[in-house]
T-cell receptor, first 117, second 115 residues
């Protein structure tokens, strides 16, 4: 069974300062990992994905994440926060051996990012 | 690029009524997923279809049913609506793993309000 922990339910940063959103996972196999962002009353947008290629993954809008197997982590970072980054962020773990099964796509509880002017 | 389309975007129904939500996946995507997201919650998986066959079932109530049609669009049918069914309903689509792409692409959601 897989699971995802997002250690912070709410993170608040000032505009122009770095962002760190933490994600730890549990999986019995080398997982695929994803970060999604959800702006208020909007759908979920894929930010980036890790699928056993490079451990440092670059995504859209200046975000990146590093897969660390020894720490079972996939933290999301951005060097400089922008007001438009304020949103809910979800970390997702998936077992790439299992195809097409919805329950294989396990969401974390989400982290709400606030960006202060 | 084409995205997942959902209709309607907003729906208001009364208790005990029925509702039908529609989802049009990204072209050439063969798998559709339905999720329910309550206020302040992460999306909860309801049901998925691969090549028009149900591939997995999550926490979908017996009052709900879904299907995927020959053109790959999907419909979620909800009957005997309850106040607790008020939520944002997302559809997502993906291509099967054999094509090397596995991530899910989400639609904008349908906000269902049951009064």
């Amino acid at each position: 069974a897989q699971s995802v922990t997002q250690l912070d339910s709410h993170v608040s940063v000032s505009e122009g300062t770095p962002v760190l959103l933490r994600c730890n996972y549990s999986s019995s196999y080398s997982p695929s990992l994803f970060w999604y962002v959800q702006h208020p009353n909007k759908g979920l947008q894929l930010l980036l994905k890790y699928t056993s290629a490079a451990t440092l993954v670059k995504g859209i809008n200046g975000f990146e994440a590093e897969f660390k197997k020894s720490e079972t982590s996939f933290h999301l970072t951005k060097p400089s926060a922008h007001m438009s980054d304020a949103a809910e962020y979800f970390c997702v773990v998936s077992d790439p051996r299992i195809r097409n099964y919805g329950q294989n796509f396990v969401f974390g509880p989400g982290t709400r990012l606030s960006v202060l002017p | 690029a084409a995205g997942v389309i959902q209709s309607p975007r907003h729906l208001i129904k009364e208790k005990r009524e029925t509702a039908t939500l529609k989802c049009y996946p990204i072209p050439r995507h063969d798998t559709v997923y339905w999720y329910q997201q309550g206020p302040g919650q992460d999306p909860q998986f309801l049901i998925s279809f691969y090549e028009k066959m149900q591939s997995d079932k999550g926490s979908i109530p017996d009052r709900f049913s879904a299907q995927q049609f020959s053109d790959y669009h999907s419909e979620l049918n909800m009957s005997s609506l309850e106040l607790g069914d008020s939520a944002l309903y997302f559809c997502a689509s993906s291509r099967s793993w054999t094509s090397g792409l596995y991530e899910q692409y989400f639609g904008p959601g349908t906000r269902l309000t049951v009064t």
